[in-house]
């Protein structure tokens, strides 16, 4: 009977004992399910801030990126820059530039990113996507490429910054100077009248600078 007794207390034992460690092991992998479960949600969020900062970047540099033309005269030489920077409400055209005849002068951003001299014609005619009048005294106008004159003084030279509202460096927009052709930012002999169809009555154009997105700084 003792024997017996024995044998049944070391039973119930056993069973108290494996019951106690299945316990621990489902604890230890409730744990180590938790922790798994903290680990991955601390790399989603990793993820998350990583892509936002990246997508935060590429907004920044889409307000700006800026671009740098070199100004050419009909013999091909080098005779000043334009820095284009996109802003929120255009684009700021700061133009330094020389040995340019003494006078007030038209200046216009034109549709094709070429300028081939003497005559510098293989740049079109003013940078117009909306298909609208020249000049700002038009009814319907002005074109987005038309500027404010600028003036170049007795030594020959002119340093403006200038906003041009109706355009963007942003790719993609209908307005952008940094379409698949490019576009070019030009200097007529004369001023610009602000209504005469379809340039302002400017003359010939004196000074060409290429726009393209292989400029990009």
């Known amino acids: 009977m003792k024997r017996w007794l024995f044998l049944a207390i070391t039973m119930m034992m056993i069973a108290v004992l494996a019951a106690c460690g299945g316990n621990n092991e489902s604890g230890e992998d409730m744990k180590n399910k938790e922790n798994t479960e903290e680990n991955n949600q601390d790399q989603s969020s990793e993820e998350n801030k990583e892509n936002e900062d990246s997508k935060s970047n590429e907004e920044k540099s889409e307000v700006t990126q800026e671009v740098t033309v ?31 005849p003494p006078d007030e002068h038209g ?50 030279s002119v340093q403006e910054e200038i906003l041009a509202e109706n355009v963007t460096l942003k790719k993609g927009e209908d ?41 990009l700084e």
């Open 70 to 100: 070199d100004l050419k005269n009909p013999d091909d030489e080098n005779i000043g820059t334009a820095k284009l920077t996109q802003q929120e409400d255009g684009v700021q055209i700061s133009l330094d530039a020389s040995e340019l």
């Open 107 to 156: 200046f216009h951003i034109h549709e094709k990113g070429t300028c081939e001299p003497p005559e510098f014609k293989s740049a079109g005619g003013h940078f117009n996507p909306e298909g609208v009048s020249h000049g700002t005294n038009s009814e319907d106008g002005p074109h987005a490429g038309d500027l404010p004159n600028i003036n170049v003084g007795d030594d020959e």
């Open 175 to 215: 307005n952008s100077l940094l379409k698949e052709e490019g576009t070019a930012l030009v200097i007529h002999a004369k001023p610009d009248d602000n209504e005469s169809q379809p340039s302002g009555d400017a003359g010939v154009r004196i000074a060409c600078g290429e726009i393209n997105d292989g400029l």
